[in-house]
């Protein structure tokens, strides 16, 4: 009975399997023609507009042309808008004051209150006229970061050193409290840069208590370069008195080398050689060239780091310019049209016939 019955039982799967690859046949078959039909549609939706244009391409046409008649005119009389940046960097946390003259310097040039925007910067009114905007943002490097993170970890206690990362501590840091910033101003007149420059630099850090302490700082300065100096004589006079000695040991046959003892150092214990003393002069040098360096940074509130250039530039982008945005309204505006009158002309045709 085995035997009878396994042929049928073949023929039977026969029949599924070929069920299976009949279904999966329609299935593949349904898919490619799907694809084809939104590659028709497409094509056809590409068609109706192609058509769209060239039947109304003198209406595009002249739209355009009158939108560049239009924008070539506008742009030969509106005034130019220029552009240019000063950097900065701040001395005695003068960030804050900074920013917040810098605020009243962009207020002001909006609210077009040109007198007394002359009288900040020491210009004429009319001068002061064609300063539309002051913009401030920090251009300080990464690699000054991580510096002032270093240092700023290094002051941590162990508990919060694991608390705190390079990148908590970087988003903690406000705008004013990094060294460098970006100024940008921008005006109407070309040339306005140089003549605002001394009196800008003086205004945006304007404040009392900073000048006091730049100027106390600088008597420091001084103060502790004449110390370093003093050390450095001394330092010098010590290596050559130490010199003469060691000439005068080296000419006796019996001398053992020469010791040299500052103030009452037993001769066991603080004996001083000429390596230990220009090891001395070396670091009184390197402290002294130091204060030099800080005599020059730390000399006003804040430092130039790059002046304003000679002249502005354009900073207009090209979607700013009226030769381009005249022509793409008109454009678009014509294509609405288009459209509205087609809806209108769709709705009307589906309104019911009167019987």
């Not at 940008?184 to 404040?207: C, L, P, Q």
């Amino acid at each position: 009975m085995s035997d009878q019955s396994s042929p049928n039982q073949n023929q039977n799967d026969e029949v599924d399997l070929g069920q299976v690859f009949k279904l999966i046949g329609n299935a593949f078959k349904s898919l490619f023609q799907g694809i084809a039909n939104i590659f028709k549609g497409l094509f056809q939706g590409l068609i109706l507009i192609l058509l769209h244009f060239y039947k109304r391409i003198f209406w595009y046409v002249g739209a355009v042309v009158i939108g560049l008649i239009i924008g070539f005119i506008l742009n030969s009389t509106a005034e130019k808008s220029y552009g240019a940046n000063m950097f900065i960097e701040t001395n005695f946390d003068s960030g804050r004051q900074v920013y917040e003259n810098m605020k009243q310097l962009n207020q002001l040039a909006g609210d077009k209150d040109t007198i007394e925007l002359g009288r900040i910067l020491k210009i004429a009114p009319d001068e002061a006229s064609h300063l539309k905007g002051f913009y401030i943002k920090p251009n300080t490097d990464i690699n000054v970061i991580a510096e002032m993170y270093s240092e700023y970890y290094q002051n941590l206690d162990s508990v919060s050193q694991t608390q705190e990362t390079f990148e908590a501590y970087r988003e903690s840091l406000s705008d004013h409290a990094l060294p460098v910033h970006q100024i940008g101003v921008a005006s109407t007149d070309k040339f306005i840069y140089k003549r605002i420059e001394k009196n800008f630099v003086k205004e945006i850090a304007s404040n009392e208590y900073l000048d006091e302490l730049s100027e106390v700082n600088a008597e420091n300065l001084v103060r502790h370069k004449e110390t370093l100096e003093n050390q450095v004589n001394k330092a010098d006079f010590l290596i050559e008195e130490y010199l003469k000695i060691k000439i005068a040991q080296s000419q006796k046959q019996e001398s053992g080398g020469t010791n040299f003892y500052i103030g009452d150092a037993e001769s066991d214990e603080s004996s001083v050689n000429e390596a230990e003393l220009l090891k001395e002069q070396l670091r009184l040098e390197e402290q002294k060239r130091e204060v030099f360096q800080k005599m020059v940074a730390e000399r006003d509130v804040l430092n130039v780091v790059a002046g304003f250039p000679s002249s502005g530039y354009d900073t207009r982008e090209w979607t700013d310019k009226y030769i381009i945005k005249v022509p793409l309204a008109l454009f678009s505006l014509t294509l609405l049209v288009f459209i509205l009158l087609g809806l209108a002309k769709y709705l009307r045709a589906q309104e019911p016939s009167e019987g």
